[in-house]
T-cell receptor, first 116, second 108 residues
Framework: GAVVSQHPSWVICKSGTSVKIECRSLDFQATTMFWYRQFPKQSLMLMATSNEGSKATYEQGVEKDKFLINHASLTLSTLTVTSAHPEDSSFYICSASRTGWGNTIYFGEGSWLTVV | DAKTTQPPSMDCAEGRAANLPCNHS???????VYWYRQIHSQGPQYIIH???NNETNEMASLIITEDRKSSTLILPHATLRDTAVYYCIANRDDKIIFGKGTRLHILP
């Protein structure tokens, strides 16, 4: 079964509103989680690293005020897309792993966001 | 992370073994080789990973060359459900950077 779970699986929101996506590690603690975005027919693009108890680290070109990341516990990271616009419509995916070199990295099922 | 090179697409007949190559000639000693696949509209699925030795699990086998500069993922008996994009990654931490992968088509 899934060891990393995302919620919701899909969401439709109106332009200008904010939407929150959750990523949970189900049977392990993850001090670090990662958020990706994927547009149709493209590969996954890393957006940011979510660090438990500290600020997220964003990849170049990703707006930190647009994509708010909170990692308040060792099993939960949230991504909030603020003031969403149609161009933010995408497939958002998170990943997490048990701490340690060479450990398996698991991905969530993904969350489809459509902004209308 | 070391750069990996994969063919953009491959075909394989159903029931045959699918052999997916990956070149990682700049891999460093502490980087593992990971394989993931992504079926349409789903999150990436872990397949297998290894450091030096060949590995096998219920899904696939991973053959790593002795110099570690390339590897092959083997799906022993491909089915239509194995149609997906397969990603080969050389990595030493949790942060995975995806390339374009290989789109594997299983032909009935």
């Amino acid at each position: 079964g899934a060891v990393v779970s995302q919620h919701p699986s899909w969401v439709i929101c109106k332009s200008g509103t904010s939407v929150k996506i959750e990523c949970r590690s189900l049977d392990f603690q993850a001090t670090t989680m990662f958020w990706y975005r994927q547009f149709p027919k493209q590969s996954l693009m890393l957006m940011a690293t979510s660090n438990e108890g500290s600020k997220a680290t964003y990849e170049q070109g990703v707006e930190k005020d647009k994509f708010l990341i909170n990692h308040a516990s060792l099993t939960l990271s949230t991504l909030t897309v603020t003031s969403a616009h149609p161009e933010d419509s995408s497939f958002y995916i998170c990943s997490a792993s048990r701490t340690g070199w060479g450990n398996t990295i698991y991905f969530g099922e993904g969350s489809w966001l459509t902004v209308v | 992370d070391a750069k990996t090179t994969q063919p953009p697409s491959m075909d394989c007949a159903e029931g045959r073994a699918a052999n997916l190559p990956c070149n990682h000639s700049t891999i460093s000693g502490n980087e593992y080789v990971y394989w993931y696949r992504q079926i349409h509209s789903q999150g990436p699925q872990y397949i297998i990973h290894g450091l030096k030795n060949n590995e096998t699990n219920e899904m696939a086998s991973l053959i790593i060359t002795e110099d570690r500069k390339s590897s092959t993922l083997i799906l022993p008996h491909a089915t239509l459900r194995d149609t997906a994009v397969y990603y080969c990654i050389a990595n030493r931490d949790d942060k995975i950077i995806f390339g374009k992968g290989t789109r594997l088509h299983i032909l009935p």
